[in-house]
């Protein structure tokens, strides 16, 4: 999923290398998550701009636990009407479609979890707020449950989880903090029902490698614009480039 990190916004103390046992400090996780440690509606976002499978989603809660573990609730409805191509059936294309929906947005219903490793974060001057330059690299957890008043049937729907590595790095491309640049890779293992992988060409299995990479720009901490590709895993959930924007329409 390509959510906007919470928190990669205002003033740090000095050039720090954080590692994992350091965010267990309030600081240090306000520092990395942000001074909030509860978060409603934070941001809504528009996945498959340019192609079928077009979902609306949103960031509905972020909470944090033990300062050094945020977790996240996230929903996604999805365009039921995709055009059926190359006479598919219709369980099919809502296949298809609720598969894009999982690679754009994560799902219908989704928790998240983070637990940093180590980031690196400048220094900004005293007084500075805006969005940060930032490298860090945590673990990252999802389950997604498909619930059918979202999205498509629950019977072609994606039940699916994912554990690997996180890394992100973003780099504040003005002077004033209003417009940064930022790329994330998440890897590590995908966990399905039979019928997830039976829906992407993979009969018969139930576990895969999974990675998916995010390029973009953060815009004046409202806007979000993402390029999301799967860059591992089965092949049929390798395609191109996907288009989202995310509008965090409450953020300061």
Do not use: C
């Amino acid at each position: 999923m390509s959510a906007p990190p919470a928190a990669l916004v205002g003033r740090a103390a000095g050039d720090h290398l954080y590692l994992v046992h350091e965010f267990a400090d309030t600081d240090v996780s306000k520092a990395y998550f942000g001074k909030d440690s509860l978060s409603l509606l934070e941001y809504f976002s528009f996945n498959g701009m340019l192609n079928d499978g077009k979902s609306i989603g949103a960031k509905l809660l972020g909470f944090r636990i033990f300062d050094n573990l945020q977790l996240g609730i996230y929903t996604a409805i999805t365009d039921d009407k995709t055009t059926v191509l190359n006479g598919a059936s219709p369980d099919e294309t809502a296949q298809e479609s609720n598969l894009e929906n999982f690679i754009e947005a994560g799902g219908n219903l989704t928790l998240t979890g983070e637990l940093p490793l180590l980031a690196y974060i400048p220094t900004m001057p005293a007084g500075t707020e805006g969005l940060r330059s930032i490298a860090s690299m945590s673990v990252m957890g999802l389950i997604n449950a498909d619930v059918e008043p979202l999205g498509v049937s629950s019977d072609n729907g994606v039940r699916v989880s994912q554990l690997g590595l996180r890394f992100y790095g973003q780099k504040a491309a003005v002077d004033d903090g209003n417009v940064a640049a930022f790329a994330e890779a998440n890897m590590g293992g995908l966990w399905g029902t039979a019928d997830f992988f039976s829906s992407i060409g993979q009969p018969g299995r139930r576990v895969a490698l999974y990675g998916k990479a995010t390029v973009g720009l953060l815009l004046f901490r409202r806007f979000r614009l993402n390029l999301n590709k799967v860059i591992m895993g089965p092949e049929k959930m390798r395609g191109p480039w996907i288009l989202s924007v995310a509008v965090a329409p409450f953020a300061p």
